[in-house]
């Protein structure tokens, strides 16, 4: 069960493209302990649809994105350190989001709630650390969505962290990334349902929010995966629009759980911020953003990776390297392609280890 | 503009997977001239949304798909083949299709339109050429779609050619594919206007059948050459769930541009048949099938191609020879990824130019 706390409610947060929030309600959860100069924390930052609970306690019938990574003697050992992780603004999990009541008119926000950017979330994670008193982390590791949040920490933050550990993840979205990110979004806003984002207490664009999921998928896994999982299998009843190939039915079963975990208004700006994340945001540019960075830092690219090219990896390291920032790199190769760094923990543990050990 | 004939006027076509069509219409065009032995004769296979004409007149604002390929002294040299196109059966180009009008009812077919198979296309195309007296071709060429009606030809009619060029395309579909275009057909069958299919004389299901294209283009093409032409420009006026990059712009106006176009019954009635094809279909097994095609086999695989991947067609290389054919086989890079059989000539025109010529 995730720990609650209300940040901002003196003095509202001004968000970085315009408007506020102000009462702003963060879910965190923590694993390990505080040593005595709290120096041993670290921060997890969540991807896309991640929340604010990596691990599940044994009791749990579900599993927490991360929970083979964390425990005793494990890439994340909470015998040495002590994890921080909170669901992200704008999300569903617990932290304010466009699905939480609006001081101002009592209501959900819906189609109300602002445009938010990794920035933001940045500080609202800020602002939880020094609520909790943590005056220092000693890393920031995030991947995807998260890896672009521990950038942004090195940026507005410097001196706060000792390490960053960027998974799977670049200083910018690509334009065929941001390309899936517009059909995703086409599918929900066209749901009769939608209603511009107003459909709380009446049904939820349901359907378009499953096929963004499905398209999801797709784009975080591999063709090879996919291949040796369902190839070309079918099912006993056959549909013609519907499942009849394996593959379709496995789509379907993923896009209908989704439904139960997340809201569809909490995505459309998730994914926005995801498009939107540039690190020069409030600088001259980006290398004098980047410039500002301390941190050591470790950028990890998987070569199967369908959305987070290691092309585009690899310019990431060239570019910080071209602000000053040396930076230990990995690319390795997975067959489950971007979704690597939560599924691969024989790959990742090692770089994960030595990334946040300084 | 295209010719037309009617086709199993007297004898219904029986369908591969069931139920029959009579009355066949088929949209043709020829280019260059017939020799005296007609011995000369190339069919060209079109893709999943082309048509019976590749190349049109100068006088047209229009161009074929594969305009720059087709002429005097190119790839496809009218001053030595004779060329034939025609629209695929289940299409919306001129041949028989959904929208076509079913002489049982004297209504458009829409939901009553029977599933049809690569299988089902060729023997059309078969029939095409016996009632135009054509006995025997030069080659089959086709890409993506298309490669598949090429294969298929030589597995049905292996007396018939002397040679297959297959472009950018396997011997079957991959899970990875089967999910894009169960995606696209979800994003269809889901629009409020689809009305199960009978949405003929009512709004057609414009935005399902938008996201499905836009969906398509991204499998088509690559992140570098979206990179090179968009990279992350944004638009002046921008859009929060719309066009705010330009190559959220770029999809709009190729999905947009799709529905003056494409009817989305064919649409969903030609990808089913691009999952479903199967060479294997009416044989013991896959070699069984494959070991019957006598004609000289080319194929080309690109390596950038994110729809039919270069493992993929790899794999289909080593099946064919498995079947005791030997496969004269090309493996580039291109830019384009899938699209390049469409768009690159100075790549595919020499591998065409051989494959063609024995």
Do not use: R, W
């Given at each position: 069960m995730a720990n609650f706390i209300t940040l901002f409610a003196d003095k509202p947060l001004n968000l970085v493209l315009g408007g506020s929030l102000s009462s702003i309600t963060v879910a965190y959860q923590t694993y390990g302990s505080l040593n005595e100069d709290k120096s041993n924390a670290i921060l997890l930052c969540h991807a896309l649809?991640?929340?604010?609970?990596p691990y599940l306690d044994i009791e749990s019938d579900n599993k927490g994105w991360w929970q083979n990574f964390?425990?005793?003697?494990?890439?994340?050992d909470t015998d040495k350190y002590f994890f921080i992780c909170s669901n992200v603004l704008g999300?569903?999990?617990?932290?304010?989001?466009?699905?939480?009541?609006?001081?101002?008119?009592?209501?959900?926000?819906?189609?109300l709630f602002p445009i938010i950017t990794i920035q933001d979330i940045v500080k609202v994670q800020k602002a939880l650390l020094d609520q909790l008193a943590?005056?220092?982390?000693?890393a920031v590791v995030g991947g995807s969505f998260g890896g672009m949040q521990a950038t942004q920490w090195g940026i507005y933050y410097?001196?706060?962290?000792d390490n960053i550990v960027n998974l799977c993840s670049t200083l910018s979205l690509s334009a065929e990334a941001i390309g899936f990110n517009h059909i995703m979004r086409q599918a929900i806003i066209h749901d009769p349902n939608f209603n511009g984002g107003d459909y709380y207490h009446k049904a939820p664009p349901e359907k378009g929010l499953k096929i963004a999921r499905m398209l999801g998928m797709l784009t975080y896994r591999t063709d090879i995966q996919l291949t040796k999982a369902f190839g070309r299998e079918t099912k006993r009843s056959s549909e013609f629009y519907g499942d009849h190939f394996q593959v379709e039915s496995y789509l379907s079963y993923q896009g209908e759980k989704f439904l139960s975990r997340f809201d569809a208004n909490s995505y459309l700006r998730l994914l926005r911020a995801l498009d939107l994340y540039d690190p020069a945001l409030g600088f001259e540019n980006r290398q004098d953003a980047l410039s500002r960075i301390k941190a050591r830092y470790t950028l990890v690219g998987v070569n199967?990776?369908?959305?987070?090219?290691v092309n585009d990896i690899r310019q990431s390291k060239q570019e910080l390297e071209m602000a000053g920032i040396p930076v230990e790199f990995y690319e390795i190769y997975s067959?489950?392609?971007?979704?690597a760094f939560l599924i691969d923990y024989e790959f990742f543990a090692p770089m994960i280890k030595q990334g946040i050990s300084k």
């Open positions: 649809t991640g929340d604010s609970e964390i425990g005793s003697g494990l890439a994340f999300g569903c999990k617990g932290t304010t989001g466009p699905a939480s009541i609006n001081p101002d008119t009592n209501k959900q926000y819906g189609s943590i005056p220092h982390l000693k410097p001196d706060f962290m199967s990776d369908q959305l987070f090219k067959v489950f392609g971007h979704d």
